[in-house]
């Protein structure tokens, strides 16, 4: 059974799109740890990150890099943190996360309660900045 990235990525899981290439789907998490928190994705499904080839793991950074570019030019955040975790889903990806206070990046924290309006608005802010 396809991975829940790979169904979002398919489109039969709604998202809030951010950037897409043809290798690479970005995203915003639906239980962010800050408010513009993305996730970044190979559209190919591999569960360990590590076990991207060297080109698919470049690709992938160089992609998240981009849209960290794009969430630090739409958001008033100090700076995008980085995290690899890839316990919750079988499906590599890269955690974006803006710092806003500087202590937001804790998975085990509160996590934020936004509305679909404001996720779209954000979604959409950051994709401004893709181009």
């Known amino acids: 059974m396809p991975s829940i990235f ?11 799109k951010v950037a897409e290439t043809d290798t690479c789907y970005a995203f915003l998490d639906i239980n962010p740890l800050s408010k513009g928190h993305v996730l970044c994705v190979p559209k190919k499904e591999v569960d360990y990150i590590f076990d991207l080839t060297d080109d698919e793991y470049v690709d992938l950074q160089l992609f998240a890099k981009r849209v960290a570019f794009a969430i630090k030019k739409a958001l008033p955040c100090k700076r995008v943190s980085v995290a690899v975790v890839g316990i919750d889903v079988p499906h590599a990806h890269i955690h ?26 954000i979604a959409d802010t950051i994709a401004q900045m893709m181009e």
């Open 6 to 16: 790979s169904r979002i990525i398919a489109g039969e899981i709604p998202s809030y």
């Open 96 to 121: 974006l996360v803006p710092l806003y206070v500087g202590n937001e990046l804790n998975f085990n924290g509160n996590h934020l309660s936004l509305d679909e309006s404001e996720m779209r608005s």
